[in-house]
């Protein structure tokens, strides 16, 4: 998924939606800049359209990422032993 997922940051940079020098340096930031108005609704209506699912990823912030209790070593999906605790 990171190629997409980068591909998707370089595109919000380019529109000026995020800080490309920020983004060069492995930052997200926001730039203030509004979400035009077509784009903004359709997110509205998919979020609608998936809210049980968001309401579970939504509820894995409850629980802690690092560690080796944590949900990277849960899943096993991301290298936890160097995490910092």
Known sequence: MKPSQTAALQTMAQDGLLDLAQLRNGTVQFTGK??????????????????????????????PLLGRDGLKARTALLEHRYDTL
């Open 34 to 63: 509004s979400i035009p108005d077509e784009i903004a609704s359709l997110i509205e209506s998919r979020n609608g359209e998936e809210e049980d699912r968001l309401k579970i990823v939504n509820s894995l912030n409850e629980y």
